[in-house]
């Protein structure tokens, strides 16, 4: 009932008069105290009474919870958990961090286990429905019970963290936010892409994450942009987890967030982010289509990449050490560059678009029929005895301990002391790993976002966008409009992003969807104007250089001299064939998730 009447008022667009109240018990300290919860739009509060002179113990803001759990305890007791991850300030070291927190309250105005769990569980649905909104059998898309993640981890990336960081971090937060995910390792080369694009069960995930640097996210967008239905594959949200040694693409979506450049607060992304588009670059090179999200280079920074893949071990470091050793030695190349410039005047809300500024973020509906296991993950430092199995909208309740089972305390506690998460169990039943062959999609009745897609993006769009750069191709002749820079180059590079690395900031004026590329170019740097690049000095936006210059443009074809040799072409930091290049921006075409801006 309780849940019915917030959907209902939460249908009429009244969610600031909403308020939900109970009574629980709230233990701080061992200490036992009988506390008042109320649940409104700003989020759920903890007082010692009703009324103007009540004291709030405890305010949990909406947008930091990531999932209700219920457990069972002894005899009648059962408890809700409520998990969030708000921001704080370290009192040592003054920065701001996502921690992780909870707030245990126990029910017990019921004499029986079914009703205190009947309390409980209303309590669940409402805070999911405050966080997720109300359900729509109509349209089951984005408001489907349960989520499910299809991940991508790649092993090998950076200093080979990935699988630690998934195991140890990514996969105990799903869990406590009850996303579902099935895992590909990738093994080699290409497989990510070969996965996307083979898949036929590819709709029945809510989002694609990927736990790797820059290079599994390339084979992810490029494997989903060859599938026949690619028009409804881009636009399936990417989740984008730290885990390589470039990282820039999750440093932008960081930074548009709004939030700390950190692992924590990208995997809180992943659970509480809304789907939002991405600009994509069309690259036509021989005959060859790629995709880029990222970067395209050539010269001293392309050889900057190439080079110091050797030192992977080094991290993010190996890109500063290599940079030095190509400004000592890099040799100047000749060619051509032509580009579109971006006229300054010009409205980009008004050029064409291929899909709304922002739309929710899809999630499951076709809910795996595998049994669940008994051993979910369980929250650690809590005050009293909880069994080892989580109550369920779907389970029926057993308040039988389980005699293995080592009881913690339980308690409303700070989880940042506590956050070494590989000794903690985890939910063994929310996680596949998957073959190389994908599933196919096969039930007659199933409600996916692939029985029932969005508004697919049509090929008109498609071809608006080109002819908004006059239509011109890899093959096609330049037209005299274009502006053509030709002779010596030191280096020429494009970027889509505000970030080429977790660490670097290219611009501080580009969004996700801007619509407009930078192209950087400079015929020889001096020493001085090098450096200031790496250190982030030389902007588009704070350019004082006289051998660096930055241009807005929407397309561009570079062709490099390929009769000389030592050089390198690179796509988001992926060798590609050294001969001409030609690209072209898509506003919007991808999907990823992504916070609201505090500004916004």
Not at 190 to 197: K, L, P
Request: aromatic residues 8%.
């Amino acid at each position: 009932f309780t849940t019915l009447l917030y959907t209902i008022k939460f249908e009429l667009g009244r969610m600031s008069d909403v308020t939900i109240a109970d009574k629980f018990v709230y233990t701080v300290n061992n200490i036992d105290s009988v506390v008042y919860v109320t649940l409104n739009a700003s989020g759920v509060t903890v007082s010692d009474g009703k009324g103007l002179h009540s004291y709030r113990v405890k305010h949990v803001h909406l947008s930091d919870i990531i999932g209700v759990k219920v457990h069972g305890g002894v005899k009648d007791t059962v408890y809700l958990v409520i998990h969030y991850f708000p921001l704080v300030k370290n009192r040592f070291n003054g920065k701001v961090q996502r921690c992780r927190k909870q707030v245990v309250l126990s029910a017990f105005q019921h004499h029986t286990t079914a009703g205190n769990i009947k309390q409980c569980m209303q309590w669940k649905r409402a805070v999911n429905l405050v966080i997720h909104g109300p359900e729509n059998p109509d349209d089951p898309s984005p408001k489907a019970k349960k989520r499910t993640y299809l991940a991508f981890v790649n092993p090998f990336g950076g200093k080979g963290a990935a699988k630690k960081i998934w195991l140890n971090t990514v996969k105990p937060v799903f869990d406590l936010a009850g996303i579902q995910s099935d895992v590909v390792y990738t093994e080699y080369s290409g497989h990510a892409s070969d996965y996307v694009r083979n898949s036929g069960d590819l709709y029945k995930y809510s989002s694609i994450v990927t736990v790797s640097g820059d290079g599994i996210i390339f084979e992810v967008i490029n494997g989903l942009m060859k599938r026949d239905d690619y028009a409804d594959a881009i636009r399936i949200p990417l989740a984008i987890i730290p885990g390589g040694s470039g990282n820039g693409l999750c440093a932008a979506i960081l930074h548009q967030s709004g939030v700390p450049l950190t692992l924590m607060d990208a995997v809180f992304i992943a659970v509480r982010g809304s789907s939002t588009p991405m600009d994509l670059v069309k690259v036509e090179q021989g005959e060859t289509i790629m995709w880029s999200f990222l970067s395209i280079c050539w010269g001293i920074l392309s050889a900057m990449d190439i080079e110091s893949e050797k030192m992977r071990w080094m991290g993010e470091a190996r890109f500063t050490v290599q940079a030095i050793k190509q400004m000592l030695s890099y040799p100047i190349k000749s060619g051509k560059l032509w580009f579109v410039p971006l006229d300054e005047q010009e409205n980009l809300a008004e050029q064409p678009q291929l899909a709304p500024k922002s739309v929710p973020m899809k999630r499951q509906c076709c809910l795996s029929k595998e049994p669940k296991a008994d051993s979910p993950f369980v929250v650690p430092n809590i005050q009293k005895q909880i069994s080892k199995k989580e109550v369920n909208d779907d389970e029926e309740f057993a308040d039988e301990l389980d005699p293995s089972f080592d009881f913690t305390s339980l308690n409303d506690t700070d989880m940042e002391d506590s956050m070494d998460l590989d000794q903690q169990v985890l939910n063994p039943d929310r996680t596949r790993i998957l073959s190389d062959t994908p599933q196919i999609h096969e039930s007659e009745d199933c409600k996916c976002f692939k029985c029932h897609p969005a508004p697919s993006i049509d090929t008109e769009s498609l071809q608006k966008i080109t002819d908004s750069v006059e239509g011109i191709s890899l093959n096609d002749d330049i037209p005299e409009s274009w502006t053509l820079i030709e002779g010596d180059f030191a280096t020429v590079m494009s970027f889509t992003s505000t970030h080429l690395t977790l660490g670097y900031q290219a611009t501080q004026d580009l969004k996700l969807d801007s619509g407009f590329v930078h192209l950087m170019h400079s015929r020889g740097p001096t020493i001085k104007d090098f450096l200031n690049l790496l250190a982030q000095n030389c902007k588009p936006e704070s350019n004082d250089s006289s051998t660096i210059h930055f241009e807005k443009v929407r397309a561009f074809r570079l062709e490099p001299d390929i009769s000389e040799p030592g050089a390198y072409v690179t796509i988001d930091g992926e060798l590609v064939p050294y001969e001409a290049l030609h690209a072209c921006i898509y506003k919007g075409l991808s999907r990823v998730l992504c916070l609201p801006a505090a500004n916004d």
